[in-house]
């Protein structure tokens, strides 16, 4: 274990902790995800804590002591003032950080990680506008990118009970073992399968399209609310088998007008 490090790192959350303090939770390129502790009392946190906020790149410093690990220094290297400030923006970028801080685990250092993310966070910058419908879309593309870098890959192409090639129309989507299932296993053993649900071929196209294209292109791909409500359900399966319990309510909560919302669960 390190006694102290100097780090880049992004802030993924920030809680209260205890009395005077604050839990801080950063991705960082070398040391994956960090949790330490800001010290109200030993150092004026205020100072410190302006800084440590999720829209921006910062250059870290933090000790671990005999009992906990502990910012001591915090400067900018990059500010993302749009995503500061915008509303729209801000709960997007909050929204996926506080899912990656759910998902990922401590201790895993992953550098394409860590690009992932500050990538989605420049692409989200040089948006002028974002509408629900579309920060929803924008955001499965990250998750199910960060999924499958995590090795969480969603199954589109191959089933997930027999592992042979899904084929056009002729399959079904089961959000319980986040993929699709081809026909020919539902039709032997329609017990196993009976949740398996219907899924257009045109959400399948989208959902594969948010995974691989890049974040300019799912900003210009024209959408419908339908199949990006339909996309969205298929990512938050996929979301919960991978990582049990969380998240605990759809990611798309807080982003999407309440209307929509309800059409999709
Ligand atoms: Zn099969």
């Known amino acids: 274990m390190w006694a102290s490090i100097k780090t880049e790192a992004i802030i993924l959350s920030v809680a209260p902790w205890r009395e005077a303090d604050r839990r801080y939770s950063a991705l960082t390129p070398g040391y994956g995800k960090l949790e330490f502790l800001g010290r109200g ?19 870290l410093e933090i000790i671990c002591g005999a009992r906990s690990i502990t910012v001591i220094g915090v400067e900018r290297r990059h500010a993302f003032p749009h995503l500061a400030t915008s509303v ?25 990680l860590y690009a992932e993310l500050t990538t ?25 990118r960060l999924m499958r870098q995590l090795g969480y890959n969603v199954a589109l192409d191959h089933c997930v009970g027999c592992e042979g090639e899904i084929v056009p129309l002729s399959f079904r989507w089961h959000g319980g073992r986040g993929g699709l ?8 053993n329609p017990g196993e399968w009976f949740l398996a649900t219907p899924l257009r071929q045109e959400v399948v196209q989208l959902l594969r399209l948010a995974r691989d294209s890049s974040y300019d292109g799912l900003f210009r791909y024209p959408l419908k609310g339908a199949d990006v409500a339909a996309l969205a359900a298929c990512v938050h399966d996929t979301v919960l088998y991978h990582v049990p319990g969380h998240p605990t309510q759809p990611f798309w909560t807080g982003i999407l007008p309440l209307q929509t919302v309800s059409a999709i669960v």
């Open 88 to 112: 729209d923006h801000r709960l997007l970028v909050l929204t996926s950080t506080g899912l990656l801080d759910k998902i990922i685990r401590e201790e895993a250092a992953d550098a394409i």
């Open 120 to 144: 989605w966070l420049h692409f989200l910058e040089a948006q002028e506008t974002l509408h629900p419908t579309r920060s929803t879309f924008l955001l499965s593309g990250f998750l199910l």
């Open 181 to 188: 299932v081809c026909s020919s296993c539902i039709a032997k």
């Open 41 to 59: 009392a030993a150092k004026p946190l205020a100072k410190l804590a302006s800084h440590l906020e999720p829209c921006a790149i910062l250059d």
